[in-house]
């Protein structure tokens, strides 16, 4: 069996909001396996690789002040279609329409600032999985 990857980021707003335990507990809950855990500062460096299709956006001064306004969690999770499986946990990207059920759904919501803030960010496929594994777990890898 070839077990798929997803990298997840609990963001500011949801280490802010205590919710890192809360969003950890759905995704071991639906079944998926914790297979690394840190907790991470990005910088616009790390942000400028990890949403490098979004850097040319009008909004992105506002993803960078977002997720730079304090700490994260970053953790991978693996098993099968974990991919699309935690996607679908997460919900849509807009916090106000997501859907009830979903993470974000239910634990986020329009604040009126210019930032998207959504609580969790999930790779959307396996390349960029293991890109951003690389980026946010290459310390620690290094480390071992
Ligand atoms: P996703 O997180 O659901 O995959 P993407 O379109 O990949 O959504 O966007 C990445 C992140 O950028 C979103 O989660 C959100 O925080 C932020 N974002 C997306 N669209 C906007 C926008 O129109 N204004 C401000 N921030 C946005
Ligand atoms: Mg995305």
Redesign the pocket.
């Known amino acids: 069996m070839n077990s798929e990857r997803i990298l997840i980021l609990i963001k500011p707003d949801g280490v802010r909001r205590n919710l890192t335990g809360e969003v950890l507990r759905r995704i071991e809950a639906k079944g998926y396996t914790l297979e690394n855990i840190r907790m991470a500062e990005a910088t616009p460096q790390i942000l400028a690789e990890h ?1 490098s299709e ?1 850097v040319d956006k009008s ?1 992105y001064p ?2 960078v002040d ?1 997720m730079t306004s304090g700490p994260l969690v970053a953790a991978i999770f693996t098993g099968q279609r974990v991919i699309e499986g935690v996607r679908s946990l997460a919900g849509a ?1 807009d916090p106000t329409t997501a859907a009830p059920g979903t993470i974000r759904g239910d634990l986020a919501r329009d604040w009126g600032s ?3 803030e ?1 609580i969790i ?1 999930a790779s ?1 496929c396996p390349e960029n999985a293991e890109k951003e594994i690389a980026l946010w777990f290459a310390k620690v890898q290094a480390q071992r």
């Open positions: 949403y979004l909004f506002s993803i977002y990207t210019d930032s998207v959504n960010h959307d």
